[in-house]
Every structure is written in structure tokens, then in C-alpha cells.
């Protein structure tokens, strides 16, 4: 009777007093653990009020730390994604150690190799390459980006129409998906009428607002595409970026990192904003607070149109990338700035980082400097071409004025009147600057990109000189095995003394992808014409 007494308290005691579950989950490297936690104590304002921290303890003393989120009432949970296979544990920490729902927690689970054929899963978390020039895998593996700006997808978009879109993206060859995560002047309330957040100091989080956008957020990953969330918008007013207090931002970035940061992202900290001096010191907070024990996935800011806030950020650990945008302008001076600017100088400066530039002109966009034809397809291939081509390739964004704002039927933009009446998104999927981009992805896929660095000095003339749009860029690889040149007018006249002999040289049509022979280089300076009018790529590699 007593034995029987205590096998009964024994198994009392594991079901209930040990706070470990019983059943051990399995999950696949990369992909999403998640487990619910319950406060046991009511709060006013939970993300404010408290925090609860998750150290996991992975193989070979593996040690991993996440935020958890609150999720409504009394719930709150964490996710994470497991980069080592083997048993886990994990212990929750919470800033009020009596709430015993949430603090001194314990689980297990156990992370199996990744199977399947998703390349986000299998790739692992990005990272920054040895050199800290371009993105690379989990392995080490080149990874380029060509991203599309879909800001309000899933904002806006139905579960079938974000899975068509995104599948139809992943076929066309982009690898990003840039989107805007919280309510911002392109979408001030949602379907249901709803913000984020609301009040300030501090702010009220509406887990509602985030759990419908759950869904479509890990769609991003399971399309095989990696997520690229602006955090907080921060152009103008209305804007969570610009217009919360630090830690009003703090708080709501803090949230959206620790909800969606198991899933493989890039994260956008602060979207279309001036982060200059005047700001600088709320984003550099913002920045080391949430990233200071949970930096496993790469950071950068997206700012305004022609705004260069490298200064600002350059020492900071979270800083990753380079992210910027040359705006939406045919101006001689904004293509001056992309050709010659600080895109194509700054990066010969300390410490490196891939430049990327994430907001490119738009196909079907207003140029912003008056002129009444939007942007074509030749427009866009010229600032993307010239955007990989005047710092050490890492890779570019594609953007169309008809698919950000993601409507169903032609409508003004909110929150951009200027704008006039676009399109539904469905027809500009298949546009002629997309199938630039396919033909562009298929060009960068078979050369080895990574190698490329700015190489004017191959040129013996620049008509850029007299005439910006007509601005030729140059790029090759350190030994010379390799060089890209793309023309958007010109004849290009050649020096190839610095290049590795013999070569071949080639013309690549950026529009439909077919190649023809460019002739031979002879000593000094070498004429190639291109084949046809318009914009050309002329590839030269040792034979």
C-alpha cells in the first residue's frame, strides 16, 4: 500500500510539480518551436509591466536566449528556431519572479535535421559572408537578394491571394519580400478598424491586430522566400516610427521582434525615415535594446529617398547591412547620387557591410521630379543594374507603384494622393519589370557574383560624364576572371589590361535573356557595340 502511495505521488509530481511537460515535441532545424505560457497574476498593461525571458540550453552546452510575447488575457508564448539538432531545454525567467505562470517554467523538445526541399529551411539563419561584403547560409553559401516590396501584403491580402502571390514570386526567382508589419500612413487601421497599438507612455499592444497577421507572416518561409518586416514605419506623422516616444517604440519593436523572430527574417528596424543626427540617438536605443541578447538574424534601416544616415549607425553591433533608397526621381542629380554618390564610394569604408539598395525606382511610378510618364521597365532595370554594380554585389530590390498598396481594383493609395489611381496588384505580377528581374536573377545565378567590386577603371570613356542616364558600370572580380559591364545607351570602349587572358566576351540582353558573341579584345583599348538598342550587359570571363 505505502509503495503504491508513492509511484501515485511520484507521477503527481511529474504531471504537475515539476513544470516540465511530460511529452517531448520533435520540430526540424530552422523552423518554429513554439510553446504558451499563462501569467498567473492579471496585469493592466502586460508588455509594460512585465517581461519573461526564455534561456535554452541546446546540445554541447548549446545556450540560446528568446523573448516571449504576450498574446491576450493571461496568455503569453515564445517562439524559436532550433539551429542545432539534438535535445533542448528551456527555463522561463519573468521580471516578476511570483507570477509562477510565467517565471521558472521548464520544457524539452528535440530538433531533428531539416528534410524537405524549402531552401529557407534548409539554408538556415542568413548571416553576413567572412568578409562581411555580401549575405551567406547557415554553410557559407552565397545567398542574393532580390527582394519585392509587397508593404501592404499582409496588411491587406486574403490567405489564397498572399499564397498565390508569394508562390508566383518564389517561380519568378525572388528571394525576399519586403512588408510593412504595423499600421503606418499607407494603412492606418486595418479590416477590423484596428491599430497595433494605441494611447502612449506607454503604449496599449493589440495582440489582435498581430494575430492575424500570424498566418500570412510564416507563409513568407513556407513559400521559401525570407521575410523582410519594416518594424516601425517612421516618414511622418502617424507613423509608429516617428511619431512614439523611444520607449513607446522600444516597447513595440521589443513585441514584434520577440513574436516573429523565430521565423527566417531580415529585419527593417526603421522604414522610409530620416534617422540623421537629430533622431539618431532613438535609434540607436531602439536598435541595442532589442537586439542586445537576441541578434541572430541580420538588421538594417530602410531610409527615405536619398538620405545617407550611415554615419550615425556605423559602430553599431546590430547595424548590419546598408540598406537605402535612391528615390523615386529621373533627375540628373539623383542618378548622379546612385552612380556616384555615396552607394558607389562609401563602401570602401570601415567596418564593410553588403550595400543594398531597397527602394529603387518603381516600375509604373511618377518620377517625383514632374515629369508626367511613370517609370518603365528600362527605368527600372537601369537603377537596379547600376544599384548591383556600384558597390561589391549583394543584391537589390524590385519595387511596382501597383502591387505596395495591394488593392483588388483600381483606387488611390491612402496616405499617397500624388500617387493618382493604380492598379490592382493582380495585374502587375507578370509586368515587363518583373521579367526583367526573372531574367536578371537567371543572369547573377550563373556567374559568381560574390567576386564583383566596382571597376570603372576598365573603362576608357564614361558618357556618364556628360550626361548621367548614360552612365556605364563597371564590375570585376579581384584576379580578373570575371567582369560585368552594363550600358544603358553606349558602346562600351574597353581597357581590359587589368583583366586575366584569354577572355571571352559576351552580350546579355536584360529583357529576354538571350546572349550573342561579342568579339575579340585586342591590345589597349577594345569598341564593343552593342548588338541592339536600348540597355546591355557585356559579361567577360577567363576562359
Known amino acids: 500500500m505505502r509503495l503504491a502511495s508513492v509511484l501515485l505521488a511520484a507521477i503527481c509530481a511529474a504531471a504537475v510539480g515539476s513544470k516540465e511537460a511530460m511529452a517531448v515535441t520533435t520540430v526540424a532545424q530552422s523552423t518554429v518551436f513554439e510553446a504558451p505560457l499563462e501569467s498567473a497574476q492579471t496585469y493592466v498593461n502586460p508588455p509594460a509591466e512585465v517581461s519573461v525571458r526564455i534561456l535554452l540550453t ?18 503569453w508564448r515564445f517562439r524559436f528556431a532550433p539551429d542545432v539538432t539534438g535535445k533542448w531545454r528551456w527555463r522561463s525567467e519573468c521580471s516578476n519572479r511570483a507570477d509562477q505562470g510565467l517565471h521558472g517554467r521548464r520544457g524539452t523538445f528535440v530538433c531533428t535535421a531539416y528534410r524537405g526541399d524549402n ?23 552565397p545567398f542574393f537578394w532580390l527582394a519585392d516590396t509587397a508593404w501592404n501584403g499582409v496588411l491587406r491580402a486574403s490567405e489564397e491571394d498572399w499564397d498565390f502571390y508569394l508562390k508566383t514570386r518564389r517561380e519568378q526567382g525572388f528571394t525576399v519580400v519586403q512588408f510593412v508589419c504595423t499600421h503606418w500612413r499607407g494603412l492606418t487601421k486595418d479590416a477590423y478598424g484596428e491599430t497595433a497599438c494605441t494611447g502612449g507612455q506607454p503604449i496599449r499592444i493589440n495582440p489582435a491586430f498581430f494575430q492575424r497577421l500570424d498566418r500570412k507572416v510564416a507563409m513568407v518561409n513556407e513559400s521559401g522566400l525570407v521575410g523582410a518586416p519594416v518594424v516601425l514605419w517612421a516618414l511622418g506623422e502617424g507613423d509608429p516610427g516617428f511619431s512614439l516616444t523611444t520607449e513607446d517604440a522600444t516597447l513595440l519593436a521589443r513585441y514584434i521582434v520577440a513574436r516573429w523572430g523565430a521565423h527566417q527574417v531580415v529585419w527593417l528596424l526603421g522604414g522610409d525615415g530620416n534617422f540623421g543626427p537629430q533622431v539618431a540617438d532613438k535609434w540607436r536605443h531602439i536598435g541595442r535594446t532589442v537586439f542586445a541578447e537576441r541578434h541572430d538574424r541580420l538588421v538594417t534601416l530602410h531610409p527615405c529617398g536619398r538620405h545617407w544616415p550611415v554615419d550615425q549607425y556605423r559602430e553599431e553591433f546590430w547595424y548590419d547591412l546598408v540598406g537605402y533608397q535612391s528615390s523615386h526621381s529621373a533627375g540628373e542629380d539623383t542618378m548622379r547620387w546612385l552612380c556616384q554618390g555615396p552607394p558607389a564610394v562609401d563602401w570602401r569604408r570601415a567596418p564593410p557591410r553588403p550595400f543594398i539598395n531597397l527602394e529603387p525606382n518603381y516600375e509604373a511610378h511618377p518620377p517625383f521630379d514632374g515629369r508626367k510618364q511613370p517609370f518603365t521597365d528600362y527605368e527600372v532595370r537601369r537603377a537596379v543594374y547600376w544599384s548591383l554594380l556600384n558597390a561589391p554585389t549583394a543584391g537589390v ?12 481594383a483600381p483606387a488611390v493609395p491612402e496616405g499617397h494622393g500624388g500617387l493618382g489611381v493604380v492598379g490592382p496588384w493582380r495585374e502587375a505580377i507578370q509586368s515587363p519589370g518583373t521579367q526583367s528581374m526573372v531574367v536578371l536573377r537567371r543572369f547573377f545565378s550563373g556567374i559568381e557574383w560574390w ?5 570603372q577603371e576598365l573603362l576608357a570613356e564614361q558618357p556618364g560624364e556628360r550626361e548621367a542616364k548614360r552612365f556605364i558600370m563597371a564590375a570585376a572580380s579581384e584576379k580578373g576572371e570575371l567582369a560585368v559591364v552594363y550600358t544603358p545607351i553606349d558602346p562600351v570602349l574597353l581597357r581590359a589590361e587589368g583583366l586575366r587572358r584569354p577572355i571571352a566576351a559576351i552580350w546579355f540582353d536584360p529583357r529576354k535573356g538571350q546572349t550573342s558573341r561579342a568579339g575579340e579584345i585586342a591590345q589597349g583599348v577594345t569598341r564593343f557595340e552593342p548588338p541592339g538598342e536600348g540597355d546591355w550587359i557585356l559579361c567577360l570571363r577567363a576562359k
Open 58 to 75: 541546446g546540445p554541447k552546452d548549446t545556450r540560446r536566449s528568446v523573448e516571449a510575447f504576450w498574446d491576450g488575457d493571461r496568455a
Open 119 to 141: 531552401p529557407v529551411f534548409a539554408r538556415g539563419s542568413l548571416k553576413l559572408s567572412e568578409n562581411r561584403r555580401h549575405i551567406v547560409d547557415a554553410a557559407g553559401k
Open 397 to 408: 530590390t524590385y519595387g511596382h507603384n501597383w502591387i505596395w498598396p495591394w488593392h483588388d
Open 451 to 455: 567576386r564583383l567590386r566596382p571597376a
